[in-house]
């Protein structure tokens, strides 16, 4: 929906317009939406979306619990620096489930970065049908291309992210503050400044994974070249790219996640 889709020198929006694939500019995340809203209407806005809730229902679950099982059973034994703690467990809980998911993140940029159309419908026949063409050609570790800059963006946002929750909970603790709404502001916060620092690499995993679906590209380069030659050709400011949009999504969905994991987790303890 963005630059961030395809590695070209200017902002703009992709559009399926009657039968016909075209991009516009547009000026920013707001203009986007605009443009978006008015060729393809509201369906336009939420392509990919049952993709996304395959991979996320699953894989947040998953992360969540091995998260806390790591936090709170493995590793206070084996390190003494509280602080520490949430940080490695945040980075070993995310490496595994980003590691799994890789070939589902694959198909689900693909989906948002291509156009609905008769031969491309977005159903499970047509996203299992290009899966497999790419397979064909370029084998099956093709399917985790991309997980290198996907590593770069999720595990350091992981371990700040949770580095930073349980410093500010224990901030908001001390003043005698606890409940469902510090956990979403402790978790908006902290999604919020996590999201800032690994932005450039959202940028370089999106691109890297759009490149490869596309049957016109004939191979991406690694992670650093492809990183320095944005900054080349494109300026640093590229790699702030969809920042907003990316917040936006971060800051609630991380207040929501952790305020309904610390309420249900509270509800079970004491029933």
Same mark, same amino acid.
């Given at each position: 929906m963005s630059s961030l889709a395809r590695p070209i020198a200017t902002e703009v929006v992709c559009l399926?317009? &009657? !039968?016909?694939?075209?991009? #516009?500019r547009v000026n920013g995340f707001i203009d986007a939406v605009r443009h978006v809203w008015r060729v393809e209407g509201t369906r336009g806005l939420w392509k990919g979306a049952g993709t996304s809730l395959? /991979? !996320?229902v699953p894989s947040s679950t998953s992360y969540i619990l091995i998260y806390d099982h790591l936090l709170n059973v493995v590793l206070p034994p084996i390190i003494p620096h509280e602080p520490? +703690?949430?940080?490695?467990? !945040? /980075?070993? $809980?995310? =490496? $595994? /489930?980003?590691s799994i998911a890789s070939p589902l993140e694959l198909i689900r940029t693909n989906l948002q970065s291509t156009p609905l159309s008769p031969q491309?419908? &977005?159903?499970?026949? =047509?996203?299992?049908t290009s899966v497999r063409a790419l397979v064909r050609q370029r084998g099956v570790v093709s399917l985790w291309r991309g997980l290198g800059p996907t590593l770069w963006r999720d595990v350091p946002f992981s371990g700040i992210y949770w580095a930073s929750y349980e410093a500010w909970?224990? #901030?908001f603790s001390r003043h005698g503050r606890s409940g469902a709404w510090v956990a979403f502001v402790c978790g908006a916060v902290s999604g919020t400044s996590a999201a800032l620092i690994t932005s450039p690499f959202d940028v370089l995993k999106t691109r890297r994974q759009a490149l490869v679906m596309s049957p016109s590209s004939s191979h991406a380069s690694s992670s650093i070249p492809f990183l320095l030659r944005i900054i080349?050709? #494109? !300026? +640093?400011? $590229?790699?702030? $790219?969809?920042?907003?949009?990316r917040v936006a999504k971060i800051a609630p969905a991380c207040g929501i996640m952790i305020a309904c994991f610390e309420g249900i987790g509270k509800f079970l303890k004491h029933p």
């Amino acid at each position: 929906m963005s630059s961030l889709a395809r590695p070209i020198a200017t902002e703009v929006v992709c559009l399926w317009d &009657h !039968g016909m694939f075209r991009t #516009e500019r547009v000026n920013g995340f707001i203009d986007a939406v605009r443009h978006v809203w008015r060729v393809e209407g509201t369906r336009g806005l939420w392509k990919g979306a049952g993709t996304s809730l395959v /991979i !996320g229902v699953p894989s947040s679950t998953s992360y969540i619990l091995i998260y806390d099982h790591l936090l709170n059973v493995v590793l206070p034994p084996i390190i003494p620096h509280e602080p520490t +703690v949430p940080l490695v467990a !945040g /980075i070993l $809980a995310r =490496s $595994a /489930i980003t590691s799994i998911a890789s070939p589902l993140e694959l198909i689900r940029t693909n989906l948002q970065s291509t156009p609905l159309s008769p031969q491309n419908p &977005h159903t499970l026949r =047509s996203v299992l049908t290009s899966v497999r063409a790419l397979v064909r050609q370029r084998g099956v570790v093709s399917l985790w291309r991309g997980l290198g800059p996907t590593l770069w963006r999720d595990v350091p946002f992981s371990g700040i992210y949770w580095a930073s929750y349980e410093a500010w909970k224990r #901030e908001f603790s001390r003043h005698g503050r606890s409940g469902a709404w510090v956990a979403f502001v402790c978790g908006a916060v902290s999604g919020t400044s996590a999201a800032l620092i690994t932005s450039p690499f959202d940028v370089l995993k999106t691109r890297r994974q759009a490149l490869v679906m596309s049957p016109s590209s004939s191979h991406a380069s690694s992670s650093i070249p492809f990183l320095l030659r944005i900054i080349r050709t #494109e !300026g +640093v400011p $590229a790699l702030f $790219a969809g920042i907003l949009p990316r917040v936006a999504k971060i800051a609630p969905a991380c207040g929501i996640m952790i305020a309904c994991f610390e309420g249900i987790g509270k509800f079970l303890k004491h029933p």
